[in-house]
């Protein structure tokens, strides 16, 4: 799929190639769309473990940093792929196979928010920093390979990076004492641990804490 995309992908092929006749291959996947969505799934299971496999360092930022880089490298290894996975959209429907990377990245800005450093409430910075992420990979997709400029990715992520975090370059720089940063940080640190509250204590704090981080 890699090499020729969706359109040249038959079932005729897949089942020779498989060694299997076309009613085991319907059997297992009920169509071609459903086959389609199962190599997706798989292949991207396969980035995200490999993601996940190299593990975490000291600096979540430099890990987001990091998992960026990754995401571009395998769009641009993977075009075609890549178009699949991000390309077929349906209005109002989350895609369900990039959740697992969805909730890698959010629990890294979970780290960033218990630091102090991050400027808005994780879910939005999750937001933003994917959706950045996905538009340059697909911008750079769409060029020639010599005319990519993969500075262009380094400069639309700390533009990202910037928008999200007090403090993008310098992990020892003191971040700014603000009433939304200490909300921003507790919140964090209340869904980690809500020992001697009662669920509605709970929930009370927690929204009180969502309207003082967006103040």
């Known amino acids: 799929m890699d090499g020729s995309g969706e359109r040249a992908l038959s079932t005729r092929a897949v089942c020779e190639r498989a060694g299997v006749q076309a009613p085991t291959l319907y059997h297992h996947f009920g ?4 086959l389609i969505d199962a190599v997706i799934g ?3 299971d396969q980035y995200v473990r ?5 593990g975490e360092s000291q600096d979540p930022v430099a890990d987001i940093r990091r998992g960026w880089d990754q995401h571009v490298r395998f769009g641009l290894d993977h075009p075609n792929f890549y178009a699949l996975l ?6 109002g429907r989350p895609c369900a196979i990039t959740a697992p990377a969805q909730a890698m990245l959010r629990d890294l800005l979970a780290a960033v928010a218990r630091q102090g450093r991050l400027a808005v409430p994780a879910g ?3 937001e933003q920093i994917l959706a ?11 060029r020639p390979g010599d005319q990519r400029d993969l500075g262009l990715s380094d400069r639309v992520r700390e533009a990202a990076l910037a928008g999200v975090l007090h403090d993008t370059t310098r992990p020892g720089r003191p971040v700014p004492a603000t009433r939304a940063t200490a909300a921003l940080t507790l919140r964090t640190l209340l869904a980690d641990d809500t020992a001697g509250l009662s669920p509605g204590e709970h929930a009370l704090l927690g929204e009180l804490l969502d309207r003082l981080a967006a103040s």
């Open 31 to 34: 169509s071609k769309q459903g």
């Open 42 to 44: 798989h292949g991207f």
């Open 50 to 54: 490999t993601a996940h496999g190299a």
């Open 86 to 91: 991000y390309g077929r959209i349906e209005p």
């Open 124 to 126: 939005d910075a999750a």
């Open 132 to 142: 950045a992420n996905i538009g340059v990979t697909l911008t750079l997709i769409t």
